[in-house]
C-alpha cells in the first residue's frame, strides 16, 4: 500500500469539489487517480464510523492479516494512523480556501445527514452544493463522485454547468446547487443549453425545487439532465452555441508525445472579453486559442491523461455565458 499517495488522495477530494464552486480549476485527479474499487483500502473504511476510528482500523489490520488470500498484513497499522488525521488535514485545508462543511460534525461518516459543502470568497457566499439524501461518504462512489465534482460541475457568476457523467450520482445522492449574491432584484429567468438549443428552463423537466430567496439573492435547484445554466435579467435572451466540426476525430496515443491539438469549429465559441474553456473527457485543455469570429477554437491537451482508449466528448465553455458538447467528438486509437 502505498500510504503517502492515499493519504494525499483523501486529503484533497473535498478541496477539487469545492474550488469549482469559485471558478473552473484545471483537471485534477479523476477516477482512476483513486485506488480501485476491489483494494483492501475500502474494506477498512466499510468497517470504521471515521477516518479516525483508529481502534476499528486497527483491529480490521489484525484479522485480515491473519488471512493469507487478504494481501494484508501487520504494515497494514500504518494506514490506520495516517488516515487519522484526515479529518484535521481536510477541515485545515478547506479552510485556506475559503470552504466549508458539515461533514466534520457527524459522528458517522457513513450515515450524514443534510451534507452541505460550500465556498466563500473575499468574505461573499458564492456557491453550495447539498445533498437531501442520507450520504455514505466512506465508499468508493461518492469518493469518485467528489473526486470528479471539479472538472464536471462549475459554477461561476450566476452560471451552472454539468457534464453529462455527475448527472445520474447527482439525482442518486439528490444534490442541490445553490448560486449566491446574485446581480438581480427579482427572480431572475433561467436560460437551459443542451448542447443544441439555448432557451429558458421548464420548471419540472429541466429543473425542479426552484427557490429564489431576495435577501441573499441566492436561487437553488436541482437539475434535471445534462446542461449548462445561466441565470439572466428577466426577459433577456442567449446566443445559441454550436460544435460543427471537430479535427482530428482520431488520435493515436503515443507515450512518448507531450501534448496534442484539437480544432473545433461551430458557432458563438468565442465572445470577447471572456474567458473560454476546452474539455475532454474529464481532462481540461492546458492552451486554448480562439478566434474573434467565434467560429474556431483550439485546444491543447496532455497526451499522458489520455491513455485509456475509446471515444470523448468534447466540451466548449466560455466561462458565465454558456457550454456546448459534441458526445463522441475524439477517438483515442
Known amino acids: 500500500m502505498k500510504h503517502k499517495k492515499r493519504k494525499a488522495i483523501l486529503a484533497s477530494i473535498a478541496i477539487f469539489a469545492l474550488v469549482a464552486l469559485a ?66 488535514q481536510m477541515q485545515n485545508d478547506m479552510a485556506s480556501e475559503g470552504a466549508s462543511t458539515n ?44 473526486n470528479n465534482f471539479g472538472n464536471m460541475v462549475r459554477f461561476d457568476d450566476g452560471y451552472i454547468s454539468l457534464n453529462s457523467a455527475m448527472v ?16 438581480f432584484a427579482e427572480q431572475p429567468d433561467i436560460y437551459v443549453s443542451d448542447g443544441t438549443t439555448t432557451r429558458r428552463a421548464v420548471e419540472g423537466e429541466d429543473i425542479t425545487g426552484i427557490t429564489w430567496d431576495s435577501a441573499q439573492r441566492s436561487l437553488t435547484f436541482t437539475p434535471g439532465h445534462f446542461s449548462s445554466f445561466k441565470a439572466v435579467t428577466k426577459g433577456s435572451r442567449l446566443s445559441t452555441m454550436k460544435i460543427t466540426k471537430v479535427d482530428p476525430r482520431n488520435v493515436k496515443y ?59 466528448p468534447m466540451t466548449i465553455s466560455i466561462i458565465g455565458t454558456g457550454e456546448v458538447t459534441k458526445t463522441n467528438a475524439v477517438r483515442m486509437k
Open 23 to 88: 471558478a473552473p480549476v484545471s483537471a485534477g485527479p479523476g477516477d482512476r487517480s483513486l485506488p480501485s474499487e476491489s483494494d483492501p483500502f475500502w474494506d477498512f473504511f466499510e468497517v470504521m464510523s471515521r477516518p479516525d476510528d483508529t481502534a476499528t482500523c486497527l483491529a480490521r489490520v489484525t484479522e485480515l492479516s491473519a488471512d493469507p488470500n487478504s494481501g494484508v498484513d501487520a504494515h497494514y497499522s500504518e494506514f490506520c494512523y495516517d488516515v487519522a488525521n484526515m479529518p484535521t
Open 168 to 183: 445520474g450520482d447527482m439525482a442518486h445522492y439528490g444534490a442541490q446547487l445553490t448560486m449566491y449574491n446574485l446581480p
Open 254 to 312: 503515443k507515450a512518448n508525445k507531450s501534448t496534442f491539438t484539437v480544432n473545433v469549429k461551430g458557432r458563438n465559441l468565442y465572445k470577447k472579453g471572456s474567458d473560454v474553456s476546452c474539455t475532454l473527457g474529464f481532462s481540461q485543455a492546458s492552451k486554448v486559442s480562439a478566434k474573434k469570429n467565434g467560429k474556431r477554437v483550439k485546444c491543447t491537451f496532455s497526451m499522458s491523461e489520455f491513455s485509456t482508449l475509446g471515444y470523448y
Open 103 to 146: 461533514l466534520f460534525d457527524a459522528g458517522d461518516w457513513h450515515s450524514i445527514s443534510g451534507l452541505y459543502f460550500q465556498k466563500t470568497e473575499n468574505g461573499q457566499l458564492m456557491g453550495r452544493i447539498s445533498f437531501s439524501n442520507t450520504i455514505d461518504f466512506l465508499t468508493y462512489r461518492f469518493f469518485t463522485f467528489m
